[in-house]
């Protein structure tokens, strides 16, 4: 009687009574958005003469846990994309193919400054899951004038 009970009971609890479960899917969490303060860099065009140039930018992450430790270490981010965006020319952000050339520069450079700073086991952590394993996943320009 005993055994019979406990096996009852160890059917309940692993079928749950309903017989086989679907297997649910896993799903990816969704990526978050950070938007950052806009900033200004003066670049030269291709006769040396200084232009201002203004970027939003906003980061996508892999969750927003990202996001908190952006913003923990916001000035090595800021000091990375000024470094990175000082490399072009006002004329490589006025063509998509030169905007592009840019967002992926950034994205390397803030990867990198991520890692550094953060240190590889917690980006591992918060990147564990997304789609893409990279911290920052993408780089959205919410403004881009030049001046």
């Not at 009852?8 to 297997?23: N, P, R, T």
């Not at 649910?24 to 969704?30: C, D, F, T």
């Not at 905007?99 to 950034?106: C, E, H, I, S, T």
Request: net charge neutral; glycine share 10%.
């Amino acid at each position: 009687l005993l055994l019979g009970g406990g096996g009852f009971a160890a059917w309940f609890f692993l079928l749950g009574g309903h017989g086989q479960k679907e297997a649910k899917e896993v799903e990816a969490p969704l990526p978050y958005f950070m938007a950052l303060k806009p900033f200004v860099v003066s670049l030269p065009n291709a006769n040396g003469s200084p232009h201002f140039v203004q970027l939003g930018i906003s980061l996508q992450l892999p969750r927003s846990a990202a996001g908190e430790m952006v913003t923990a270490v916001l000035p090595e981010f800021q000091d990375a994309m000024r470094q990175t965006l000082l490399g072009f020319r006002t004329e490589d952000l006025q063509t998509p193919a030169g905007v592009d050339k840019v967002r992926k520069a950034m994205t390397e450079h803030l990867n990198q400054t991520a890692t550094r700073v953060l240190g590889p086991d917690r980006i591992a952590k918060l990147t564990a899951g997304a789609p893409n394993v990279q911290f920052v996943q993408n780089i959205l320009f919410a403004t881009l004038i030049v001046e």
